[in-house]
């Protein structure tokens, strides 16, 4: 499933409703939730990056001035036309604002 979310703050208890091989997508002002200074590092990977995929859009990142080097390891960065896709290939989309 893919979950698209674009505010903070992001509850910790939202990835433990996710399920394997789910994507998130993070936008917007959400994008500032997977910046290694901002979060429990240790408990956002341990819950996370087993089993999800964790993306942040490319265009997101330059309007908020966010370097790939200030975003956790193994955060995807995508752009315009893959996210256009993942909302296109996925059947079932949720959104958190």
């Not at 979310?5 to 990835?15: C, D, G, K, M, R």
């Not at 996710?18 to 939730?33: E, H, M, P, S």
């Not at 995929?53 to 956790?72: E, G, T, Y």
């Amino acid at each position: 499933m893919l979950h698209i979310i674009n505010q903070l703050p992001v509850s910790a208890s939202f990835f433990d409703k996710t399920q394997t091989g789910d994507t998130v997508i993070f936008t917007d002002d959400a994008i500032f939730a997977v910046k290694q200074n901002n979060i429990d590092i240790e408990h956002f990977t341990k819950r996370t990056f087993n089993h999800i995929n964790l993306c942040v859009r490319k265009a997101d990142l330059i309007i908020k001035n966010i370097s790939k080097r200030d975003l956790l390891r193994d955060v995807t960065i995508i752009d315009e036309a893959q996210f256009k896709n993942a909302m296109h290939d996925n059947f079932a989309v949720k959104s958190y604002n």
